[in-house]
């Protein structure tokens, strides 16, 4: 079984960068460049759901209005079309 040392150990020297070493690179536009690009596809799948939630929510209120027209227009029509066939000028009886 591994045993835990006494003491533990400090590092003291002090590391340099070598000579000639490239300098270090700022990832801060890169970092920039990934938000950026997962907020735009974030964003636009949102927008994307909205839009069609709210086609949705426009179709279910045409259809009730159509339907509701219908149901009020419909005895008229059924009325007339009962009246001209039974009463019309075409009929004789």
Request: proline share 8%.
């Given at each position: 079984?591994?045993?835990?040392?006494?003491?533990?150990?400090?590092?003291?020297?002090?590391?340099?960068?070598?000579?000639?070493?490239?300098?270090?690179?700022?990832?801060?536009?890169?970092?920039?460049?990934?938000?950026?690009?997962?907020?735009?596809?974030?964003?636009?799948?949102?927008?994307?759901?909205?839009?069609?939630?709210?086609?949705?929510?426009?179709?279910?209120?045409?259809l009730?209005?159509?339907s509701?027209?219908?149901?009020?227009?419909?005895?008229?029509?059924?009325?007339?079309?009962?009246?001209?066939?039974?009463?019309?000028?075409?009929?004789?009886?």
């Amino acid at each position: 079984m591994n045993q835990l040392p006494d003491t533990v150990p400090i590092l003291t020297d002090i590391v340099e960068d070598a000579q000639g070493a490239a300098p270090p690179m700022d990832r801060t536009p890169l970092f920039l460049h990934e938000l950026e690009a997962h907020l735009t596809l974030a964003i636009h799948e949102k927008a994307d759901e909205m839009v069609h939630n709210a086609c949705r929510e426009m179709e279910a209120l045409l259809l009730e209005q159509v339907s509701d027209r219908l149901r009020s227009e419909l005895p008229v029509l059924v009325a007339r079309i009962i009246a001209e066939h039974f009463h019309g000028p075409d009929r004789s009886h």
